[in-house]
């Protein structure tokens, strides 16, 4: 039904109407802005999880592929990992698709150091223990990833 007023002209939308649909507009805008927000947010944390799996996996491949070479850690009375590996001072430096050592990195913000040690139980089988650190990990200082090798 088209209104008219006392003029005769055509009458528009009143101002209910219209603060209906702006409030409308907003609540569909504000929920779709949090939606992109909260998506944002989850691509960040799966990217550096699947970031810190990737790296994970590539230093054991590389452990695994010649852990004869490496230096072996013989002390089996020094149960403490802080001993040998304190998150302050790790020897290389990492982030998403970067490895580097210690002072060779600026845009990287996490670090990782590993110790091999012969696996007491089983001869010809090591303990890999690899400590990392990252900024975005916070309030967890250092994460700790265990696996065993073998010595071909």
């Not at 005769?8 to 507009?25: K, Y």
């Not at 302050?88 to 040690?117: F, H």
Request: charged share 20%; proline share 3%; glycine share 8%.
């Amino acid at each position: 039904m088209i209104k008219k007023n006392i003029f005769g002209n055509i009458q528009g939308q009143t101002i209910v109407e219209a603060l209906v649909a702006l409030g409308l507009i907003s609540v569909i805008g504000l929920t779709f802005a949090g939606g992109m927000v909260s998506l944002r947010n989850t691509s960040k944390a799966s990217l550096m999880s699947s970031a810190t799996d990737r790296q994970v996996s590539d230093i054991a491949e590389n452990i695994k592929a010649g852990v004869q070479d490496y230096q072996v850690n013989f002390n089996y009375e020094q149960a403490k990992i802080d001993d040998f590996l304190p998150p302050e001072n790790l020897p290389m430096l990492w982030d998403v698709g970067m490895v580097a050592e210690r002072g060779n990195c600026d845009k990287c913000r996490g670090s990782y150091g590993y110790i091999i040690q012969p696996y007491e139980i089983y001869r010809g089988l090591y303990l890999v223990t690899l400590r990392m650190t990252h900024s975005s990990w916070a309030p967890e200082k250092f994460r700790d990833y265990t696996f065993v090798v073998s010595a071909k």
